[in-house]
């Protein structure tokens, strides 16, 4: 969580000066938006809205509205890139491709069969150390009313900010574009 420091050197948070108001020292903002990620807010923005962000942190104990916010801005950056799809699109594109490399792994134990691994190492080990763990479903954390749930995600860049790697959008999906 960034810290509310930026408002003892007076600049304010990305939020306040997105909407060009004073940042007061209470700002349920600035913990979350600091000045150096004006494009968080200016997402979070366009996509939920400043009032509905700010009725959703209210209504959320302290230690839930970092996730939250992580969330929003995830869902927000995705709506933003892919406007259809939205996070929908990533998740298509990473289930697709767990597809893809369980029917390599599949194909891999039925080579390691067919050469007679098999017969040296008991067929349990085999199955033990060639088995993908299944994905764990994360749970919603807040749901804003017409949208798709917030998800606890953790974000992908350094420092706590999100990343700008979309797979799904970057032009190299092997699975032929769009859905």
Known sequence: MASSSSNTYNS?????????????PGCIFAPYFPPEEPHK???VHKIFGASNVTKLLNE??????????NSLAYEAEARVRDP???CVGAISYLQRQVHRLQKELDAANADLVHYGLS????????????QPQPLQ???PVYRLPGTSPVMNQQPRGTGGSRGTFLPWNNGNDQQGGNM
């Open 60 to 69: 959320l104990l302290p230690h839930q509205r970092e996730d939250a916010v």
């Open 119 to 130: 017969t040296s190492t008991p067929s349990n080990v085999v199955d033990l150390v060639f």
């Open 137 to 139: 479903p994360q749970q």
């Open 84 to 86: 259809v799809y939205g």
């Open 41 to 43: 807010f200016a997402n």
């Open 12 to 24: 304010p948070c990305a939020a306040c000066k997105f909407l060009r108001r004073k940042c007061m």
